[in-house]
């Protein structure tokens, strides 16, 4: 072989390996901004719930004024996720775990609605519920759909090949959008 096909097939295997390289980089970063707008899509309807309960708990409160407690730890609670989701520093499982505590107390605020026929007839009431709910079911398919997103980025960083340039650049594992398992064991207990 001459001199001249060598460096051909030296720059031609230089070419692929480059080509190669940026795209599995390219993959990544793709996989790895579908995890992002995944969890911005969460956050919104998370947000979105937050905003919804004062008015719920305002609407409850006019018929239930004395039942204090779960208004307070409902009250409590969504400051908890607020406080959360500003804080740069919180973690995933941190979010997680003030989102369920928030979960818990309007378990309860329902379970004191329940206790007034007034108020579950009240269409203000009603509304609020209706949107709650489909909110809910919203964050819920949202959360499963962000975990799916980050299984999948997840894999990528630690199969071979892409775990070679994952590494290189420094691709991180994402966190789950998990309750811990004590947050679930604190069930709400309502009592009236």
Known sequence: MSGGIVAIIVIAIIVVLVIWVISMY???????????NGWAQVDVLLKQRADLIPNLV???KGYAGHESNVFTRVTQARAGVIAAANNP???LEQRAAAE????NAMVNLRATAEAYPDLKANQN?????QKLAGLEDKIAYGRQFYNDVVLKYNNKIMQVPTNI????FHFMPAQYFNVDEQTRQNVPQVKF
Do not use: H, K, P, Y
């Open 89 to 91: 520093n919180t973690t």
């Open 58 to 60: 305002e609407t409850v």
């Open 26 to 36: 390219n993959g990544l970063v793709t996989m790895r901004n579908r995890v992002s």
């Open 100 to 103: 369920q505590q928030l979960s």
């Open 165 to 168: 340039i994952a590494n290189m």
């Open 125 to 129: 009431f009603m509304d609020l519920q």
